[in-house]
């Protein structure tokens, strides 16, 4: 649907698929306003709400990182809100919620109702400065702590002033580090560091590694997201890169991709890969899908 002729068939397709993202569906009605925070920032919610009856039990829904660092969950949970002031005859009510701190890096969305007496939950809305108004909720994107101290520079690997660079790889990168850090830079953004399409020959009875095919084909053609590019060094230079960048106190932001190439990828993807029938009604990989169908 996200190839689809029809503009409102892609449209209302890119909404659907930011609720499975998102595991919730706070987006359908209106797109969250994000903004931009880090960990251990303080974490409170301040927003004028209306209200069509007075205001009497205001709940925010919360949809956060999980408080244990390895878990890859989201949690929702339920808060009550404080009604700092009101007035019932414009129904325009001033609620907060205080949370501490935002404990991990993520997405905190948020969503304010009202529960009646019933236990009927109703959306509320909060004013626009242009007029009119939007559902009352947002998200907040969390960054590291100290990444206002970062000074960032994006480094694709074996690339040069836009252009392949046969000559570079993790060994190189090794002696890179320390003129960057004289610099002032104090983290890599490395482009191209993960297992590419490069079509590897190996020898039949050692195994060893005796040329590539493809040496140049494209950094995003990623086949598998878990390995370092054995082209420029594999594992094992790639850790001496790490340990050099430490040794110098400078990150490493490796990128990952999304989507691996849907040409030659590791096995271990072929399961979850998106497929479709082409005319024949044999099955087929969806090419141009969104990157997160694998």
Known sequence: LLGHYELEVRDQSIIKLNVLYDGVDWQIGDAFDPKITCTQSKFAIKETILSKNTLVCPIVMLSAPAFYSDSPLSVISFHPLEILSGDATSGEYV??????????????????????????????????????????????????????????????????????????????????????????VNCWYLMGALERDNGIVCDESTGEIQDFRRPQASPLAII????????????????????????????????????????????????????????DGKRALCYGADGRAV
């Open 224 to 279: 598998d997201r878990s390995v370092a590019n054995k082209m420029l060094g594999g594992q094992r230079d790639f850790n001496r890169m790490i340990e050099q960048a430490k040794r110098l106190n400078m990150k490493i932001i490796v990128d990952c991709l999304g989507r691996v190439s849907s040409s030659r990828p590791h096995r271990k993807y072929l399961k979850t890969l998106l497929y479709t029938l082409d005319s």
């Open 95 to 184: 609620v907060q919620a205080k949370f501490k701190k935002f404990w991990r890096c993520g997405f905190y969305d948020w969503k304010i109702v009202e529960i009646d007496q019933t236990g009927k939950i109703e959306m509320l809305k909060m004013p626009l400065q242009a007029g009119g108004a939007t559902f009352a909720q947002g998200r907040f994107i969390v960054h590291p702590k100290d990444l206002n101290e970062m000074q960032i520079h994006e480094i694709v690997v074996d690339y040069k002033e836009n252009e392949n660079d046969p000559d570079k790889n993790f060994q190189t990168l090794c002696k890179d580090v320390a003129d960057f850090a004289k610099e002032g």
